[in-house]
Structures are given as C-alpha cells and as structure tokens.
C-alpha cells in the first residue's frame, strides 16, 4: 500500500497566503499585480521562524534596491534614451545589473542581491511604457511587501510556539505536525 504523506501546516499556510494576497488585491480595487505578492508570500512562508525573518528582510532589502534601480532606469529611459524594446536596451538592462548586485555587497546584504535583481527585471522589463513610472514602481513595491508581511503574519504562530516551547516542551511540537529533532530555535 502506498503511503502518502499528510498536508502540512506549510502548504495550507502558502495557500491561504495566496488566497489573502488575491484578496487584499481586489480590496486595493484591483491596483498593482498579485502575482508578486503571492510570490513574495510563498518565499516568506518557511518552517522555522527564523527562516520566514530572514527571508522577509532578505526580500523587503532586494525589493527597494531593485525598486530604486529600476525607477532610474525608467526615468532614465523615458527621459534620456530613445532606445524602445532594441537590443541595446537588454543590453543596457544586463549591464546595469553589475551596479545593483554590487550594491547589496557595498551594504553587506549579499543574499538579497537576488531578490533585486528579480524587482528590477520585473520593472524595467515589464514596465507600460504609458504607465506612471512612479506608480508602476510604487505598486510593484507595494505588491511585493504585502506578501511579506502577510508571510509574516502567517508565520506568527510559529513564533509563539518557539517562545512557548523555550520555557518548556508541552507537546506543542506534536500539535503543529512537527517531528522531533527537526526544530531550530529562532
């Protein structure tokens, strides 16, 4: 007989935080595109606790410097470069992604350099040419954070029960599916 293994509290977490960043769209009147939200929440959504923070702040760093950057690439394409959807536009897309890895290095936040990169291909590359680059940005941004923080809050449990189970192991483990030997501390 075949066994499988059981739903766990991680897969209905992403759905459900999927199903909140569709929601909180539509609460927004249908402004920005859940599709980064629901990707943010799904990165966020972690089995430890510390991994959820580290990977918020890991996303919520690589979304403002990938913001930034692409707002000036934007601005500077609007403004400066008549350039349109030629080669010489990814080319210049390519190279400026030297500059924003280099960046996360210069601060010291090497793992979100992937995280900008994402953002600001996402914006340079996606970005209406008809559209507010602002607002585009600022959506964009504002997408990405809410699935974060959506994240986080779905994770909150698991910082209670981190904080509960230090003082003392009351079989909350068992409770939340988890197996011994499995838990980090936060």
Same mark, same amino acid.
């Given at each position: 007989m075949i066994h499988f293994p059981r739903i766990g509290m991680r897969?209905? /977490?992403?759905?459900?935080?999927?199903?909140?960043?569709?929601?909180?769209?539509?609460?927004?009147? /249908?402004?920005?595109?859940?599709?980064?939200?629901?990707?943010?929440?799904?990165?966020?959504?972690?089995?430890?606790?510390?991994?959820?923070?580290?990977?918020?702040?890991?996303?919520?760093?690589?979304t403002f410097i990938g913001a930034v950057f692409g707002l000036i690439y934007i601005l500077v394409k609007l403004h400066l470069l008549i350039i349109g959807d030629s080669y010489l536009h990814y080319a210049i897309i390519s190279v400026t992604l030297i500059p924003l890895i280099y960046s996360t290095v210069v601060i010291d936040q090497k793992k979100a350099s992937y995280f900008s990169c994402v953002v600001f291909l996402s914006i340079v590359v996606n970005h209406l040419m008809d559209e507010n680059p602002y607002l585009f940005v600022l959506n964009r941004s504002l997408d990405t954070l809410i699935g974060i923080f959506v994240g986080l809050v779905l994770n909150a449990d698991l910082i209670y029960s981190d904080m509960r189970s230090d003082n003392q192991d009351n079989g909350s483990s068992i409770l939340l599916g988890e197996q011994k030997g499995r838990r980090t501390k936060a």
């Open positions: 897969i209905i /977490k992403s759905a459900l935080g999927v199903l909140i960043c569709f929601t909180i769209y539509f609460l927004r009147g /249908k402004q920005g595109t859940p599709f980064y939200s629901a990707l943010a929440v799904l990165w966020c959504i972690q089995n430890h606790t510390s991994n959820t923070v580290g990977n918020a702040l890991q996303r919520t760093v690589g």
